[in-house]
């Protein structure tokens, strides 16, 4: 295999007010002609970094490329003039980009803009430009591409729109095609489509990928190398089984074991802390604060990378001939795992619901006389004691659904009962705060949940305040003091801001708030999925624990279906306002009877490269129909591999097998 | 990865690196898992740091707050008054008598000047504070009641935004008898229109934002949502504008008064004393000089202190 | 689109309706009109009924009301009460050459020179280039415009002698209060061209088209220019009125015999009708600006698309 790109001791940093920010410490790594090179790493890691260095988009004023080489074809991209980068972008070396809504210019023509970079590279006229754009529309899989090339990004979906950022970097053939987090503002089901898209074009024009992403289930589908990356370093590399099955660095057993196994049901391990500042990085291993099998040396020097095969390296001293073998230590931390391995998922047929929502309907007034149908009749209950989750992509109206369930929405129709009451419509005031007491929400957002304006203890505070709870000062402040240790925060964060806080952080602090008020049910909308991968598990392992300690009901909200398949009893499935599926996990995971339902599940990528390969996906056709205007009857039949005549109809609500409930046409 | 790769990795284990014990496991550091990485600062004293690291802002501050002291003290630094006239000294140069000359009817230019900076100062002020109170109210209600009311109250300030601002000015000071007071009320109706609709789209913002659906899904009341959440997080947002609000309506003054519609002799405003020294610039620069620059000098710095300001309480810079 | 052209003008007819209804009764009110009894004590009964009759003044006020609006839509202004026997829309017609000039000429100067300073700050973003158009931005927005018109006249025009400062005899007459006027405007488009662009090219897109590698110049010309430029348009409502009230004071700084100088004038000595005239041409000028304002961006930006439902 021949090389193509070699990054040698890479040093990046950023100068910034608050001081020089050492963002890519010493990278090393190879892409071998028409291969897949993953880099995983959390936010800040440097993976973006090192990606954008390659291509030479840093911003000149404030980054500052150290040391080391970047060996394109042998040539280092460092020291070649402005001129001649020029031309090897777009050509050579080409980059797809996370968000597809922001990276289309919105004032230029899709034809355009593909056509631009060809006509760069190619010096062909601007006819034969724009020819070549509607071949490469084609190509990634535009409809209508003569027609559409006259129109402007906000004329296009976000799935077609990644399509046409896929267009702009392939249209040229690059040898080289870098994608940053090419699917991670996409839902499931779009990000399928996507990934098979960029293998395909792999497989056609043997282009070599760097696939920079957190997500260990796309690296799974699409890798063939990977580069594990912390703190500004690469802490391990290897072939993707290398990786995935015989990890060597601490940090890469601690992400392999914070995302949900589907088979298994053990607890999620999360790593603890969170990542070092890279204003100062620490001495010795940057990992070394969160590693529970951390050694003297790590605080004190560096970790060269050991060689464990020919492809694979690691950055541990844990490899050094002199290190401890651990085969013992961890089987006693798997043994801890082991006890605390999580109480079988129960079964909630018999129990009383709490919570029952009754054809629940919200539809949100938008210019003249068009609704929008956000939640259109949908019916569950919640029982005592559960996690249900809700699961769909955007736009499926869930949370929604979990916003009229607490009020903070009056629906257009249907009701929703608390322990068999009424809880919308005129209330007493009684009432409506035996309910808000009892009923609380977690939002997705950290960064908008919390009111920069308050101080911690006021915002954990707030329901006590409203409520009346705290009989005096002092009191109000043991309750906060002991709901900060609840989950997890250092008592003496009572007087900071929310700004001072991390993602994780601030999410721990909006649960102490809801905790507040001892509700008994929780609705937690997107809990998760602002955090990285390592706090994700922390802030799931918290709720577990909380649930189990306080006796809490929960509605689970995401979109992630690993997560939520993780954390709930039961699974219902939204499309377009309307629930589809809702069955217990174990049964929803292993017959799920919608073909929706069948075709998400089916998208979710592993984190197990075998699995990946040998797997069929289901990949369903088409974008997301606009919500204004949904599809009469069915609204998946659109989209359906199995519609019918019949599909025009409304499918009726039915449970086809004990505790297992569909809307389908196709189950009798 | 090829074979020379590796040689490369491999450690160099140098003299004293490693101890008897370094390879024993101490495992995680817990104290350094549970720190903050920023240290700890108010909101408030965050601001005020960030405001005076813009120097321009400092400096016109400071300017600003000399202007005022003179403006307060100014006219009682020597024995004239405004309007106190003495026709054998019209029209004297600055000299250690009358620091800043005399005018066409001999009165002191430095007591007019200071005279006029606080008339102006005090214009400008009162039509701000007028300006917030109206425009926070109507802002405030068109956009938490929402719905048709929202509606309607929209449609009022479509009207009036309709209507260049100074010829309504213009108009209803014509109405009115000439005088601080109508200049003044003349200025507020058009000027709360801008401070309403800023409130009200931060209002609107702020609406949406989870940590208010937080709130309410705690149960809180109306009136604790706009005491604890609304009021402190607008406030940054109206402070600015009323800085904005204060030149502009300095400025407005002195047009006024520069077109003869403004207050009226022997009142003097920096307005009413730019005109003057207009019509007697040509052998009398002075007359025109010493009000300019101080016009100048208030319009720049409550500009530059209004950016600064900005700047300094914009959440978004917070990260 | 029709639709939404139709919604619009209704909505501006109905804004003159008010202003106009507005202006008419404020009039009505006000004191010291040319033809107040004590100034009228001198002439006979007769006299004074015959002067009453000429300009109307005779009928119960809801009469003369609807003859006004009556006229108005015909374009008839009234006659000024001044400028005996003018109509006004005649006066105004006479007097609107110079300012149009004016202001057109303002326009230019400041949008363009505005837009160089703009990109110039931008591009050597935290330079002292960008400092420098910065404090001139502070500046024209700061110093007050016939601050700057007297200092222009008094050192261009008294004591340098290099250009004519008040009469409005030749082309070069028009040169020291067109830099007057376009001192705003500089200051307003420098700076809001400044920050579009620094916005712009913060953009994911410019990113984009940097990777198809596309040379700085490109990149510029092709993405940042045109997206930064197209807000633009949005201020073009408050230049207008910058320019309309500007225009007051400089016409009558500089002697030009402009619609300004003659409101200025107008208001000197109650001319009731001429204000009255003015103050609805000034805003239908204005309100047309802003449909101009809202047609034009429709056009320019894609996303936009207007429709009907949005009134």
Known sequence: MEPLLEVKDLYVSFHTQAGVVKAVRGVNFTVNKGETLAIVGESGSGKSVTSKAIMQLLPDHSASYDSGKILFDGQNILEISDKKMESIRGSDIAMVFQDPMTALNPTMTIGKQVAESVMRHEKISKKAALQRAIEILDLVGIPEPATRVNQYPHQFSGGMRQRVVIAIAIACNPRLLIADEPTTALDVTIQAQILDLLKEIQRKTGTSIILITHDLGVVANMADKVAVMYAGKIVEEGTVEEVFEQSEHPYTWGLLKSIPNLEANEQLYSIPGTPPDLLSPPVGDAFAARNEFAMAIDYEVQPPMFAVSKTHTAATWLLHEKAPDLSTVIQSTERELERTKRRDRKDFAKTDSIIQVHKLKKHFHMSGNSYLKAVDGVSFDIRKGETLGLVGESGCGKSTTGRTIMRLYEPTGGEVYFNGKPIHGDLKKQDENRIRQKMQMIFQDPYASLDPRKKVIDSVAEGIDIHKLAASVKDRRDIVQNLLEIVGLNKGFMNRYPHEFSGGQRQRIGIARALAVNPDVIIADEPISALDVSIQAQVVNLLKDLQHEQDLTYLFIAHDISMVKYISDRIGVMYLGNLVELAPTDELSKEPLHPYTQALLSAVPTPNPKIERGRERIILTGDLPNPMNPPTGCRFRTRCPYAMEKCKETPIWKEAKPNHFVACHLIE | ?319 | ?311
Request: charged share 15%; proline share 3%.
């Open chain 2, 1 to 319: 990865m090829t074979n020379t790769n590796l040689e490369k990795y491999e450690v160099k284990e140098t003299e004293g690196v490693f101890r008897e014990d370094s390879f024993k496991v101490v495992g995680a550091k817990k104290e350094s898992q549970d720190t903050i990485a920023r240290p700890h600062v108010g909101i408030l004293k965050e601001s005020w740091l960030r405001l005076t690291k813009n120097k321009g802002a400092v400096v016109s501050l400071v300017i600003i707050s000399l202007l005022v002291l003179l403006a307060l003290l100014g006219p009682y630094m020597n024995e004239y008054t405004y309007e106190q006239t003495d026709y054998d000294k019209a029209f004297q140069e600055p000299n250690g008598e009358h620091w800043f000359g005399t005018d066409k009817f001999g009165r002191d230019q430095w007591t007019r000047i200071w005279e006029g900076t606080r008339i102006s100062l005090y214009i400008a002020l009162l039509a701000s504070v007028l300006d917030l109170a109206i425009g926070v109210i109507y802002g405030s209600i068109s956009a938490l009641v929402g719905g048709k009311v929202d509606n309607i109250m929209q449609r009022i300030i479509e009207v009036l935004v309709g209507i260049p601002n100074l010829i309504l000015i213009i108009l209803l000071i014509m109405l009115m008898k000439p005088g601080i007071f109508t200049i003044t009320v003349a200025m507020v109706i058009t000027g709360w229109v801008n401070m309403a609709r800023l409130v009200r789209s931060q209002v609107f913002k702020l609406k949406s934002q989870e940590f208010i659906l937080a709130s309410r899904a705690l149960g809180a009341s109306n009136g604790r949502l706009i005491k604890e959440h609304f009021i402190p997080n607008t406030l940054g947002l109206i402070i600015v504008n009323m800085m904005f609000t204060i030149p502009s309506a300095i400025f407005t003054e002195a047009f006024l008064s520069f077109i003869g519609l403004g207050l009226q002799e022997p009142l003097a405003s920096l307005g009413v004393l730019i005109n003057d020294g207009f019509e007697g610039m040509r052998n009398n620069f002075y007359l025109l000089l010493y009000p300019t620059l101080v016009i100048v000098g208030l319009m720049i710095c409550f500009n530059l202190l209004a950016d600064g300001l900005r700047d300094a309480l914009d959440p978004k810079m917070r990260k």
């Open chain 3, 1 to 311: 689109m029709k639709k939404f052209l139709a919604v619009r003008i209704v909505n501006i007819l109905v804004t003159l309706f008010v202003i106009a209804t507005v202006t008419f009764f404020l009039m009505k009110l006000l004191p010291g009109s040319p033809f107040d009894e004590e100034k009228l004590a001198g002439l006979s009964d007769e006299d004074r009924m015959e002067f009453y009759a000429r300009y109307g003044l005779d009928q119960p006020v809801a009469v003369q009301y609807a003859k006004y609006m009556g006229n108005l839509v015909k374009g008839d202004l009234g006659i000024s009460y001044y400028y005996k026997g003018q109509q006004v829309e005649s006066l105004i017609s006479s007097r609107i050459g110079p300012s149009a000039l004016l202001g057109a000429q303002a326009a230019l100067l400041g949008v363009s020179i505005g837009l160089i300073l703009g990109m110039i700050a931008a591009f050597r973003h935290n330079t002292m280039w960008d400092f420098f158009t910065m404090f001139i931005a502070v500046i024209g927005v700061a110093i007050p415009n016939f601050v700057f018109a007297a200092l222009l006249q008094y050192y261009v025009g008294l004591k340098w002698g290099i250009l004519p400062v008040a009469f409005w005899e030749s082309y070069d007459s028009s040169i020291l209060p067109t830099i007057a006027l376009s001192m705003m405007v500089i200051a307003l488009i420098a700076r809001f061209m400044r920050n579009e662009m620094l916005e712009v090219l913060q953009q994911d897109y410019i990113l984009t088209a940097k990777s198809k590698g596309l040379s700085q110049m490109n990149v510029i010309i092709r993405h940042t220019l045109r997206n930064s430029m197209i807000p633009i348009i949005t201020i073009l409502g408050p230049i207008t009125v910058s320019l309309l009230t500007g225009s007051l004071v400089i016409e009558n700084i500089f002697g030009v015999p402009g619609i300004g100088s003659l409101f200025v004038d107008s208001i000197k000595v109650n001319d009731y009708t001429t204000i009255m005239g003015l103050t609805l041409f000034y805003s239908a000028f204005y309100i047309l600006t802003i449909l101009v304002v809202d047609l034009l961006y429709g056009i320019v930006d894609p996303r936009i698309r207007l429709t009907g439902s949005k009134g």
